[in-house]
């Protein structure tokens, strides 16, 4: 398994990537939750540019079959997407995944499919997605982390820079920010606090 930057950040536009692209981040995530099928693929089309020209590394979120056409290298499915996803095809398009996992029953089934990294989540309580499962809490993390074998861990849900360390301490090896970075009152400044802890 490659071993993958710790800092990832849920970015919400094109604007985002552009920024994120800018200031050095390695992995981020293009999560867009509203929009036109068009205007979306756009969005991607975009953002897969502006990646490819810097170098990040670009995880689609939700949106698969645009992410194969689109010529992308990642994409995030939950539990939900993973019902109608074809991830035969995204496999056959030598795409990476990464799967959301809330449940000992859903990393099971995450596992089945050889992700290429699982996602636990919400660690500590979020603002940001309004989820039927409460804080998971950091002894989860070291519990995931046994299972997972080489495979990385993701973990997500109001995340701070302040509390990387103990997460980190807890054995993940990725760390997904929304809110932390999009609700600061400078979000480039929180992105170049962030990279000079984990570059
Ligand atoms: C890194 C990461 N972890 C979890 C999620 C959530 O995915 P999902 O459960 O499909 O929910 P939405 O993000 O689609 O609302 C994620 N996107 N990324
Ligand atoms: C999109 C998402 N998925 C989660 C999960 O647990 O699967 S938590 C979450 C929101 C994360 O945002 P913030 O960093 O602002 O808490
Ligand atoms: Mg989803």
């Known amino acids: 398994m490659m071993s993958l930057p710790i800092f990832y950040p849920l970015l919400d536009s094109v604007e985002g990537v552009e920024l994120a692209a800018r200031l050095g981040v390695r992995f981020a995530q293009l999560r867009i939750k509203s929009g036109g099928h068009e205007t979306i693929r756009d969005n991607i089309r975009q953002s897969l540019a502006i990646a490819r020209e810097a170098n990040m590394m670009l995880v689609i979120n939700d949106h698969w079959q645009l992410a194969i056409e689109e010529g992308a290298d990642w994409v995030h499915l939950g539990q ?15 795409i990476s995944l990464g799967i959301s996992t809330h449940s000992q029953e859903e990393l099971e089934r995450a596992l089945l499919l050889n992700p290429d990294y699982i996602a636990l ?66 979000p480039s400044e929180r992105i170049r606090e962030w990279l000079s802890c984990y570059c």
Do not use: F, M
Request: net charge negative.
């Open 80 to 94: 939900e997407d993973l019902i109608q996803a074809d991830v035969n095809a995204l496999r056959r398009a030598g």
């Open 121 to 186: 989540g919400p660690i500590y309580p979020t603002q940001t997605k309004s989820l039927t499962w409460s804080a998971q809490g950091l002894g989860r993390i070291s519990e995931w982390k046994a299972q997972l074998g080489q495979i990385p861990l993701c973990v997500i849900g109001g995340i701070t820079l302040e509390r990387s360390s103990a997460v980190l301490a807890s054995g993940a090896d990725i760390i997904a920010v929304v809110s932390d970075v999009s609700l600061h009152p400078d």
